[in-house]
């Protein structure tokens, strides 16, 4: 790409990032703060590439006076864009929401779901013991957020879990990503033992577990008991077999009306040979 076209491309990005920040549907997200950490990221980001530096590297960034910080500035970039900019765990919840977030990563979605309601009691499951310590310190004194260290899928126990030092949000029970990624022993609980109470939003992004999660929850009768659900689905994961009309249908089973947000590159369309992400978003009728 040359140097004009990649300039054409950064100011298109810019344009359209400024439009989302501006016109946030979340009041209670400081616009300010979001734009300030954003220019940070670019500037750190660019200063990367023109020194031959890494985005490798830990890094860190404030909303609403609250410290974000992780092991990686592209993960760290990638969660901020989506959850702070993208905006896609915005939801009109009630005070003193109860909400569940299932892969929490270093807690960026928990922080956003806590500064939207001050008052909402968050359960935080992330089973990467090199991510874990982040979620708790980038939580620590926020009222009612519990941290678990456990892994969300069909049964109770211990379970093979691939991790790798450089993608932090590609943790997963499945064989993905790359072949360095190494293979881990970590406990794994079925959700549906946690749910005791009416559930306000269950967010899920679990790297393609998402399935064997919402299968516990409909054969335990536990999901009558939610009433919004944010999933990160991951189709084509591999490649040979789509479980996307299974997992929608267990929805629609369920009650649930949904949408779906999905974009495909125009080169992508007709290849299934990269797996696809959307969100899904469901509620009660």
């Given at each position: 790409?040359?140097?004009?076209?990649?300039?054409?491309?950064?100011?298109?990005?810019?344009?359209?990032?400024?439009?989302?920040?501006?016109?946030?549907p979340n009041p209670q997200?400081?616009?300010?703060?979001?734009?300030?950490?954003?220019?940070?990221?670019?500037?750190?980001?660019?200063?990367?590439?023109?020194?031959?530096?890494?985005?490798?590297?830990?890094?860190?960034?404030?909303?609403?006076?609250?410290?974000?910080?992780?092991?990686?500035?592209?993960?760290?970039?990638?969660?901020?864009?989506?959850?702070?900019?993208?905006?896609?765990?915005?939801?009109?919840?009630?005070?003193?929401?109860?909400?569940?977030?299932?892969?929490?990563?270093?807690?960026?979605?928990?922080?956003?779901?806590?500064?939207?309601?001050?008052?909402?009691?968050?359960?935080?499951?992330?089973?990467?013991?090199?991510?874990?310590?982040?979620?708790?310190?980038?939580?620590?004194?926020?009222?009612?957020?519990?941290?678990?260290?456990?892994?969300?899928?069909?049964?109770?126990?211990?379970?093979?879990?691939?991790?790798?030092?450089?993608?932090?949000?590609?943790?997963?029970?499945?064989?993905?990503?790359?072949?360095?990624?190494?293979?881990?022993?970590?406990?794994?609980?079925?959700?549906?033992?946690?749910?005791?109470?009416?559930?306000?939003?269950?967010?899920?992004?679990?790297?393609?577990?998402?399935?064997?999660?919402?299968?516990?929850?409909?054969?335990?009768?536990?999901?009558?008991?939610?009433?919004?659900?944010?999933?990160?689905?991951?189709?084509?994961?591999?490649?040979?077999?789509s479980d996307l009309a299974?997992?929608?249908?267990?929805?629609?089973?369920?009650?649930?009306?949904?949408t779906i947000d999905a974009?495909?590159?125009?080169?992508?369309?007709?290849?299934?040979?990269?797996?696809?992400?959307?969100?899904?978003?469901?509620?009660?009728?």
């Amino acid at each position: 790409m040359s140097v004009f076209k990649k300039f054409l491309t950064g100011s298109f990005r810019f344009c359209s990032d400024a439009v989302r920040i501006f016109s946030s549907p979340n009041p209670q997200i400081s616009t300010a703060d979001v734009l300030w950490s954003w220019s940070r990221f670019r500037l750190s980001k660019m200063a990367a590439g023109l020194s031959g530096g890494s985005t490798k590297r830990p890094y860190a960034f404030s909303v609403n006076g609250r410290r974000i910080e992780g092991p990686l500035l592209s993960d760290l970039w990638e969660m901020f864009h989506e959850i702070f900019i993208e905006q896609i765990y915005f939801a009109t919840l009630p005070a003193g929401a109860n909400i569940i977030d299932c892969g929490a990563n270093v807690g960026c979605s928990a922080i956003y779901f806590k500064l939207s309601v001050p008052d909402a009691r968050i359960t935080c499951f992330e089973p990467n013991p090199l991510i874990f310590p982040y979620l708790q310190k980038n939580v620590s004194g926020l009222s009612s957020v519990e941290t678990v260290q456990m892994a969300c899928g069909k049964e109770n126990g211990t379970i093979s879990f691939k991790v790798h030092p450089a993608y932090s949000t590609g943790s997963t029970t499945k064989d993905l990503w790359s072949p360095d990624m190494e293979k881990i022993e970590v406990a794994q609980v079925r959700l549906s033992d946690r749910i005791k109470e009416r559930v306000d939003l269950l967010k899920l992004d679990v790297e393609g577990a998402e399935l064997d999660v919402l299968e516990d929850l409909e054969a335990a009768g536990k999901l009558s008991m939610i009433d919004r659900m944010s999933i990160e689905f991951h189709h084509n994961l591999t490649m040979d077999r789509s479980d996307l009309a299974q997992f929608l249908s267990i929805i629609e089973r369920a009650g649930f009306a949904y949408t779906i947000d999905a974009s495909r590159d125009a080169t992508a369309r007709f290849d299934n040979a990269q797996w696809q992400g959307m969100m899904i978003y469901a509620w009660r009728r």
